[in-house]
């Protein structure tokens, strides 16, 4: 691709599939024609098994770009990684770790804008950790925004709720007679989204005599883990899908299942919602309780109360008219606080102040990370061979 005419907005994510992926995406997707050029760079490390993104951005300029952590000198990385985002004036949309590492390491002359999409220590140590070269910070939940102001009280002022937004689905839910269809999507991880979880909840529907089937849509490091756990004509995985796939799968289901940890807002909570299923998700303030009502919107069981979820699975298969219900109301509330014109609008609102935004960056600005190793005068070739033979002696992938 050509490069991007100044200014331009600059993005980059982790090339792996899951909500901050997909956010990002659908924002480039929905945006209207501004007075900004627009790149993608995804980044992927080759010693990290997951789930890539297979589709691409409406972009102006997207590029993969490939690297060796921790084998790698970790200032060698930035380095390369300064050379594939493009000269210019404009925004820099920092998702992760990398990123704000190559914003401390290089001053690109963009304004850096970190989006926080996760409400664990991980991502507000990123936001201070990195603070000096961080222009403004979006939120996307008011637990995020909430609890980053607590954490940076100092830069109130510059941390934005930007909540993420939806388009009007293509086909809405329609109710079917028989076994309630229960839907998982998302990414296979148990850590975050608990997804051994749902064999343990299917055990419990069978216990009460309760006839379901589950799809079950993504991928991710836990799969294996969870097919082995789970071989069941009740329950179907389809793989990765497209966000238009998910949609319309959704709309042939009824009940969405999440038995998650920890979110920041979950998208695919949201796209369900959207086309009338009803969630059944945990209980957690961060994300889920900002956007759902409980008994009016979804169902919020405790954490890893596989009886509790079990138990609410079974009420909504009991009372279809409560599903109906409460599936119109799931469906209105998307509509009405996430429309993605409206949501779109304002992150490229907050872009176009990009110049007002930015702040003097300071003399020395120090890498927060790195070992003896990665030091920039080191060669990358001798600080690669030294962390591999230290990883062959640990059995670990090099």
């Known amino acids: 691709m050509a490069p991007l005419t100044s200014p331009s907005v600059v993005c980059v994510v982790p090339d792996t599939l899951g909500g901050m992926l997909n956010m990002m995406e659908g924002l480039f997707r929905h945006r209207r024609p501004d007075a900004f050029s627009y790149g993608v760079v995804r980044t992927v490390s ?19 770009f490939e690297y060796r ?10 380095r390369r990684l300064r050379g594939v985002i493009p000269a210019g004036e404009g925004v820099l949309i920092a998702n992760d770790l990398l990123e704000l590492a190559l914003a401390s390491a290089f001053d690109c002359g963009r304004t850096v804008i970190q989006v926080l999409h996760g409400d664990t220590d991980y991502y507000y140590d990123l936001a201070a950790r990195h603070e000096q070269v961080i222009d403004a910070f979006v939120a996307i939940g008011r637990t995020l925004e909430r609890r980053l102001k607590e954490r940076l009280p100092h830069r109130a002022a510059d941390i934005h709720y930007l909540p993420y937004g939806l388009p009007q689905p293509p086909r809405r839910r329609t109710p079917a007679p028989g076994r309630l269809r229960l839907l998982f999507a998302g990414r296979f991880s148990h850590a975050q989204k608990g997804i051994l979880d749902l064999p343990l909840i299917d055990n419990a529907l069978q216990e009460r005599g309760i006839d379901v089937s589950w799809t079950l849509v993504g991928g991710g490091p836990d799969e294996q883990k969870l097919r082995d756990a789970w071989s069941s004509p009740r329950v179907t995985f389809l793989g990765v899908k497209s966000a238009a796939e998910v949609l319309a799968i959704a709309s042939n289901h009824d009940v969405f299942v999440l038995p998650t940890r920890w979110e920041g807002v979950p998208v695919a909570v949201l796209e369900a919602m959207s086309v009338g299923l009803v969630p059944v998700v945990s209980r957690i303030d961060s994300g889920v309780a900002e956007i759902l009502v409980d008994g009016e919107t979804g169902l919020m069981p405790p954490v890893g109360d596989h009886a509790a979820f079990a138990d609410a699975i079974a009420a909504l298969d009991r009372n279809r008219g409560k599903l109906e219900v409460m599936g119109a109301a799931a469906s209105r509330w998307v509509a009405t606080h996430r429309d993605i014109r409206a949501c779109t609008d304002a992150y490229q609102a907050l872009f176009a102040r990009y110049r007002e935004l930015k702040r003097p960056r300071p003399a020395n600005v120090a890498l927060p990370y790195g070992s003896r190793l990665d030091q920039p005068w080191i060669p990358n070739a001798a600080v690669r061979t030294v962390r591999t033979m230290i990883r062959r002696a640990k059995g670990k992938p090099v």
């Open 69 to 78: 952590a921790p084998v790698e000198n970790l200032h060698a990385v930035l």
């Open 46 to 64: 080759a010693l990290v098994t997951d789930t890539r993104f297979s589709g691409h951005f409406n972009a102006d300029y997207e590029t993969i």
